[in-house]
């Protein structure tokens, strides 16, 4: 018999106590949630667990405790179900990029899952040609800019059609006009997204937040309350120059 939980779960993505170490110490320590809002964020210093959290669930790593669980099913099992829920654009482009042209980069994923080729030639044309952009087809991956990458990157993963897209800071090194583009365009997907950014002001619209600290949730709520109080953190860590014996300034590089 299903219960109401398992209806949630089915539509969610839900970690129950886990725990992974990596590099001798603890990425995540111990974190449980439940997450089923259209935009979820995480924020969070470096090093604090946010690409483990989003590699977890994805599938790339296994928790050495606890569970995850992704519409219900285990992603790390690889299955085709899995990959295609959900889709993930890594924090390097270079990490994601695999064939030599535009139009082979996009149609990869879904030969990957079992399109035909002529199909999926044709999926990435038209997804070029719905974004202004059938011209780049034929372009070398490596002549675009990195703005560009990332933007081609997307449409890589979009392609497929996921229920969820795991963004691992989609706006590192982007200009102000070209994260804003890739912000909007971010904001009208019809997909779940979970997007993790240093930058709050890129959250706006964003249903939920989560504030990772040492591999421990240190907040998790609307964004209106969760974003203010990690932003003053963060400043509070930075004593003002008047404050600051500069023997000391080495200490702030260490989390
Ligand atoms: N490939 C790896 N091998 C060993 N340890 C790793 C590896 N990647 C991350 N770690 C460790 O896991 C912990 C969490 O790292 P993670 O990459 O999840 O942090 P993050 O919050 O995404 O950081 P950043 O904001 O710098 O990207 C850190 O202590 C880090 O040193």
């Not at 654009?89 to 994601?96: A, E, K, R």
């Not at 990332?150 to 059609?161: Q, T």
């Not at 897209?165 to 102000?176: F, N, S």
């Not at 509070?236 to 500069?246: E, M, Q, S, W």
Request: hydrophobic share 45%.
């Amino acid at each position: 018999m299903t219960t109401i939980d398992d209806h949630i779960a089915e539509d969610a993505v839900v970690l129950e106590n886990v725990r992974l170490r990596r590099g001798g110490r603890m990425a995540l320590d111990g974190v449980s949630l439940r997450l089923a809002e259209p935009r979820v964020a995480v924020v969070g210093r470096n090093g604090s667990g946010k690409s483990t959290l989003a590699r977890l669930v994805k599938g790339l790593l296994r928790p050495d405790s606890g569970t995850v669980r992704v519409f219900g099913r285990d992603p790390a099992r690889r299955d085709r179900r899995s990959i295609a829920d959900v889709g993930f654009l890594f924090q390097n482009s270079d990490h994601q990029i695999l064939c030599p042209t535009v139009a082979e980069e996009i149609a990869f994923g879904p030969v990957e899952l079992g399109t035909a080729r002529a199909e999926a030639a044709a999926a990435a044309r038209s997804i070029l040609d719905a974004h202004g952009i059938a011209d780049w087809a034929e372009r070398p991956v490596v002549a675009l800019s990195e703005g560009q990458r990332r933007l081609v990157c997307l449409l890589a993963v979009l392609v497929s059609e996921p229920r969820l897209l795991v963004l691992d800071e989609p706006y590192a090194g982007l200009d102000i006009p070209t994260r804003l583009r890739l912000q909007r365009f971010i904001a009208r997907l019809p997909q779940r997204v979970l997007l993790i950014s240093h930058e709050p002001e890129s959250l706006d619209g964003f249903d939920r937040a989560l504030w990772l600290e040492d591999g421990r949730l240190a907040a998790d709520g609307a964004p209106s309350e969760v974003l203010p109080a990690f932003t003053r953190a963060m400043h509070a860590l930075v004593p003002g120059d008047d404050d600051l014996p500069t023997d000391q300034e080495g200490a702030a590089w260490v989390a």
